[in-house]
């Protein structure tokens, strides 16, 4: 079952230009961008593990596909997501996200019901990829 | 990750030109623009702005086959610069960076200025991610590693240098669309540079050298430089600085354009310091703008033997 988290993730993947050209306008808007990965797809699993560090003073978006293609070789079958931050309103918020990188299968989300007091039914989903330990889930 | 997609919304691709108008494309592209600015603002250089304009030509040309789908390969634009201290090496390599920007070469145009110690780390593990962060700082511009050959110390075989190099190298074959490094030195110590990095030589493809300003050109650099600040020299002063120049020149330390750069500041001092003790009424704007032959004549260079002391 096909994630979709985060901006374009109803469209096909993003090619490396696609993904270049999103960086580029993120950067020229002068947003921070960086890169998280992880191998919890759960879609409540917002703590991703950072890649390096957000990248605040880089002009062009060749800086991230390096960092990008570094982050592929070692997590290239976990999930990778650009995130843009931008501080002009004196925080940081995140202005856009997306996922760049998948698993080759992602087998999915099972639901299961839990019968609680009276006939009450309490659902919750668990992605079949966490059954096995962080670190060997995928590939 | 799935076969790429989009394919079918992308713009169908401009049709190559059957002929393309050098002449215009000079013109249109700025180049032309650099080029005289170039021209106007560095005084001498006569050799480093003629292999400029070849190089820009070949750029031009080049970007002219490749709109007509004759070229593919994007051509080696790495550069390095010779030259003893303060004669333009840095100032060039920023209308370089602006020229390759114009004719699009590269996507920015900025330039990112760093020795060693910017590269290279103090132990273990700390060389690549410095190294990798200048990169990424530089990309879409121009990389300038000043003295370029302190990345490299043979005697030491443990030397981190050698990591920084290896980066390096890596980046300027694999990305030579992402940006453009200039290495930068004294002539000498880069050929030797040059001869025990053969990875250097070969990625390098345009060498230019700069050489030592006469004595002329200085005095004109003096005077442009005092103009951009509203300062003249009266008289006096123009022979005054003439006489201060050759003899700088047989001094130690003497870094050409920088070592003038230098003494007209502290000659600015001194003219401050004879309107502040001297003035007995109101002074206008040409008595606050003219630099006189006693500002310069009280330097310390006049008072000491030619080839001693450090020109303060
Ligand atoms: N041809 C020139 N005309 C006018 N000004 C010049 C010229 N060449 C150099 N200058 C001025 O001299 C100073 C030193 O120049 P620059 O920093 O480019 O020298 P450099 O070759 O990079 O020196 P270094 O090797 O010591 O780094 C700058 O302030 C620059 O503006
Ligand atoms: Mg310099």
Redesign the pocket.
């Known amino acids: 079952m096909r994630i979709t988290q985060g901006a374009f993730s109803f469209l096909p993947d993003l090619t490396d230009d696609q993904i270049r050209a999103q960086v580029q306008y993120c950067i020229d808007n002068k947003w921070a961008v960086s890169l998280e990965f992880t191998d919890d797809p759960h879609p409540r699993n917002t703590y991703w593990d950072m890649w390096g560090h957000p990248m605040f003073d880089n002009p062009d978006a060749a800086a991230l596909m390096m960092e990008l293609n570094a982050c592929r070789k070692l997590y290239g079958d976990r999930y990778i997501r650009v995130v843009a931050f931008d501080s002009s309103p004196g925080w940081e918020s995140v202005k856009l996200s997306f996922i760049v990188n998948r698993p080759d299968e992602e087998p999915g989300y099972r639901l299961d019901r839990q019968e609680a007091a009276g006939r009450m039914i309490r659902y919750t989903t668990r992605p079949y990829a966490a059954d096995r330990p962080a670190g060997a889930r995928y590939g | 990750m799935p076969a790429p997609a989009f394919a079918e919304t992308e713009l169908p691709q401009a049709a190559a030109p059957a002929a393309i108008d050098l002449r215009e494309e000079f013109e249109t592209s700025g180049v032309k623009d650099v080029l005289a600015e170039l021209d106007r603002?560095?005084?001498?250089?006569a050799p480093v702005k003629r292999r400029i304009r070849e190089t820009a030509a070949l750029l031009l040309v080049e970007r002219a086959r490749r709109r007509m789908g004759l070229a593919h390969e994007t051509p080696t634009l790495h550069m390095s610069?010779t030259?003893?201290?303060?004669?333009?090496?840095?100032?060039?390599a920023l209308r370089m960076a602006d020229l390759l920007h114009r004719l699009g070469y590269i996507r920015k145009g900025h330039l990112v200025s760093v020795t060693r110690d910017d590269l290279v780390g103090q132990y273990i593990g700390h060389t690549a991610p410095k190294t990798k962060e200048i990169l990424k700082k530089a990309m879409g511009g121009v990389l300038f590693i000043?003295e370029a050959y302190y990345l490299y110390r043979p005697e030491n075989e443990r030397d981190y240098g050698q990591e920084a190099i290896e980066i390096l190298l890596q980046v300027m074959e694999n990305q030579r669309d992402d940006l453009v490094v200039i290495l930068?030195?004294y002539a000498q110590r880069m050929d030797r540079f040059f001869e025990s990095n053969p990875g250097f030589r070969s990625r390098v493809a345009h060498h230019i050298n700069?050489p030592d300003?006469s004595d002329d050109?200085l005095l004109r650099?003096a005077e442009?430089?005092l103009e951009k600040q509203n300062y003249l020299f009266d008289a006096k002063a123009t022979a005054a600085m003439a006489d201060y120049i050759a003899r700088r020149r047989a001094q130690p330390h003497f870094?050409?354009?920088?070592s003038?750069?230098n003494a007209l500041d502290r000659t600015r001092l001194r003219q401050a310091n004879r309107l502040f003790e001297s003035a007995k009424g109101p002074l206008d704007a040409k008595a606050l703008s003219t630099i006189s032959g006693e500002d310069i004549t009280a330097s310390r260079v006049f008072a000491l033997p030619p080839g001693k002391g450090e020109g303060k």
Do not use: S, W
């Open positions: 603002d560095l005084i001498g250089l610069f030259g003893n201290p303060g004669t333009g090496k840095t100032t060039v000043d930068a030195g700069f300003y050109e650099i442009q430089m870094a050409n354009a920088r003038i750069r």
